[in-house]
């Protein structure tokens, strides 16, 4: 078995798969059963000043993605620290609290968190350029707390400029996506939309906005040397190994947890270990930041390079037939590319479910 223990700071985690601060870790109870299910780490749903009067409906799955009104937990901040906190603790492993939303909010917050945070996450859902309330809310958890303190990051455009100005101001790690939005959805039996926000609107999460959220981390990445948790869309093992790939240090999981129980952390973890058993990888750590290594290995290119195909994983169904808009690939006894039809544009690559075509990254020269 593969070494899946990751150290951030003085937090030692079993695995790299945490909660999110979302429904998954709704309460002390639900902690609990997240580390029974398999979670290596627990952040906490985000309290403030006051809980949160979330609009309803506030969740929906949609065949685009999972849409959400979710704000903040709809406990008050005293059951937080009267009750939750401590079961959540009980678990056995590092425990991040998430707090938002304005430096005053969190300025009264953290101290009363103080006794139970390994970490804290500081969520300000905030979309603009200007980083001054980012920076705001992390120097008033910063007076208050002597643990790390983590800035949880919208999917900003210029992403490396906020997450530098975050480093710079005394982050001691990131957290990277919140969801993505606002968005919309309509029931088209009813022409109401899904949401039971004033507007109809909601957020993004789930798989939809995990090359997003990887994109994120591989830039912030380059430019910040705290650690990243990555989060947004990971649903199996091999969602994990991308974001590490990219970067992060750990990742958290929500909507995959809300649809599928809190077993699911316990199936990433053995997803992620198949992984890198398959792969020979003996450690997980051995991934972080891989992308930023292969990358330099590519070759920018505008000529087709044509896949190459292993006849003994073709299972024959076709789906690269129905999809090769250049009709350059047929299937009968075996599979046969046409090299002076194909594009080279990758497709059926993705649509493989065998992987039993492969395209060459690096550099290859054109006929």
């Given at each position: 078995m593969a070494n899946l223990k990751v150290k951030i700071h003085d937090m030692e985690f079993p695995n790299p798969i945490m909660t999110a601060a979302g429904p998954?870790?709704?309460?002390?109870?639900?902690?609990?059963?997240?580390?029974?299910g398999g979670a290596g780490g627990i952040c906490t749903k985000t309290i403030s000043v006051l809980p949160a009067d979330v609009p309803r409906p506030c969740m929906a799955n949609t065949n685009s993605g999972f849409l959400n009104t979710e704000l903040w937990s709809e406990l008050p901040k005293e059951?937080?620290?009267?009750?939750?906190?401590?079961?959540?603790?009980s678990?056995?492993?590092?425990?991040?609290?998430?707090?938002?939303?304005?430096?005053?909010?969190?300025?009264?917050v953290a101290p009363l968190v103080k006794p139970y945070a390994d970490a804290v996450e500081l969520s300000t859902h905030y979309v603009g350029t200007d980083v001054t309330p980012i920076v705001n809310a992390l120097k008033a958890a910063k007076a208050a707390l002597d643990v790390p303190v983590f800035m949880k990051m919208s999917p900003h455009t210029d992403i490396q400029t906020i997450a530098k100005a975050v480093e710079e101001a005394g982050a001691d790690g990131l957290v990277m996506i919140n969801s993505f939005g606002p968005c919309m959805a309509i029931d088209v039996e009813t022409g109401f939309p899904i949401m039971g926000s004033k507007t109809g609107y909601g957020w993004l999460s789930g798989a939809p906005i995990r090359p997003l959220a990887v994109r994120c981390i591989y830039e912030a990445s380059k430019v910040v040397n705290i650690p990243i948790i990555g989060v947004g869309g990971i649903t199996c093992g091999r969602d994990v190994a991308e974001m590490m790939m990219a970067g992060a240090s750990a990742v958290q999981t929500c909507t995959e947890a809300i649809l599928k129980g809190p077993q699911v952390y316990g199936k990433i973890a053995r997803e992620l270990n198949e992984f890198l058993e398959a792969n020979g990888y003996s450690d997980v750590n051995e991934i972080k930041g891989l992308a930023h290594?292969?990358?330099?290995?590519?070759?920018?290119?505008?000529?087709?390079?044509?896949p190459q195909v292993d006849q003994d994983k073709c299972i024959k169904c076709k789906k690269c037939v129905t999809s090769c808009v250049y009709e350059a690939i047929e299937v009968g006894d075996e599979m046969v590319i046409d090299e002076d039809k194909c594009f080279g544009c990758g497709l059926c690559v993705t649509r493989c479910p065998k992987r039993a075509l492969t395209m060459q990254m690096g550099a290859v020269e054109a006929k």
């Open positions: 998954g870790a709704k309460d002390g109870d639900l902690c609990i059963e997240a580390v029974k059951q937080w620290i009267a009750e939750e906190y401590a079961k959540a603790k678990a056995g492993v590092p425990v991040i609290i998430s707090m938002g939303y304005t430096a005053e909010d969190i300025a009264k290594k292969k990358v330099q290995e590519m070759e920018f290119r505008t000529h087709a390079v044509v």
